[in-house]
């Protein structure tokens, strides 16, 4: 079954609230952080997530696009998030297994992301130990930018590896989905799709997330 998780990134943020009720079909919902430094545009952080938490009973996935995000685990633990995924670029592998420990002890779901320059053999050391990796099918930090192709053979590549070593993670992809996109990134083994233009530029978002499963 595919789950669609709509990116607030492109949401109006000035009436949030009526964005997020806009979205209730949806699986998910993917909040994107961004700190001017993982990535150049800042995005939104701890507050707006602890808001979100009050109005929605979606499955708040959070993003991290952050330098060394083993020091906001806690935060983002207790404003609510349900999953936190953090890239592997954002850090030296030991505070990349930090932050996971720090999730698993606030018994929050575990992400690892790969920006598109990563290889897909990156995954490994912690295939086992994930709930989820995240394939980025743009460069982390806009809406909006055209899906990558080339991406595709990677997301066929870890789902061979999720086959083999751990079954029930998620496979989500992340960037440029939209109903052409969704069906190529599905046929390659996606289970989880982000989806932020697609969705919110719509007049009708329940519509979009509708052509999004392929109904
Ligand atoms: C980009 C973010 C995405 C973004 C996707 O860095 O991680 O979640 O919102 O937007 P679209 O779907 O418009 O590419
Ligand atoms: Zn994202």
């Known amino acids: 079954m595919i789950k669609i998780a709509p990116s607030i990134l492109s949401a109006n943020f000035a009436d949030l ?37 009050k109005v929605t009973d979606l499955f708040l996935d959070v993003h991290l696009m952050i330098e ?4 906001y685990i806690d935060a983002f633990a207790d404003a609510g998030a349900d999953l936190l995924s953090v890239h592997l670029e954002a850090d030296m592998p030991p505070g990349i297994r930090a932050a996971l420990d720090a999730m698993d002890r606030r018994g929050i779901k575990k992400g690892i992301v790969l920006r598109p320059i990563t290889a897909a053999e990156a995954v490994l050391p912690y295939i086992k130990d994930v709930d989820l990796i995240l394939v980025m099918t743009v460069e982390p930090g806009f809406g909006g930018q055209k899906f990558m192709a080339d991406q595709l053979p990677k997301i066929a590549a870890i789902r061979k590896y999720i086959e083999e070593y751990n079954p029930s993670c998620h496979l989500e992809v992340d960037g440029g989905v939209d109903p052409v996109t969704a ?7 996606a289970d989880v799709l982000v989806a932020g233009s697609a969705v919110y530029g719509a007049a009708d978002a329940e519509a979009a997330i509708r052509a999004l499963r392929g109904e």
């Not at 993917?30 to 707006?48: E, R, T």
């Not at 060394?68 to 020091?71: D, E, F, I, M, Q």
């Not at 069906?183 to 083994?189: D, F, H, I, L, S």
């Open 68 to 71: 060394k995000p083993v020091r």
């Open 17 to 53: 609230g009526r964005e997020v009720q806009r979205v209730s079909s949806a699986d998910w919902l993917h909040v994107d952080v961004m700190d001017g430094m993982f990535v150049s545009n800042i995005s939104i952080g701890v507050p707006v997530v602890k808001s979100l938490r």
């Open 183 to 189: 069906r190529q990134v599905v046929e390659a083994g």
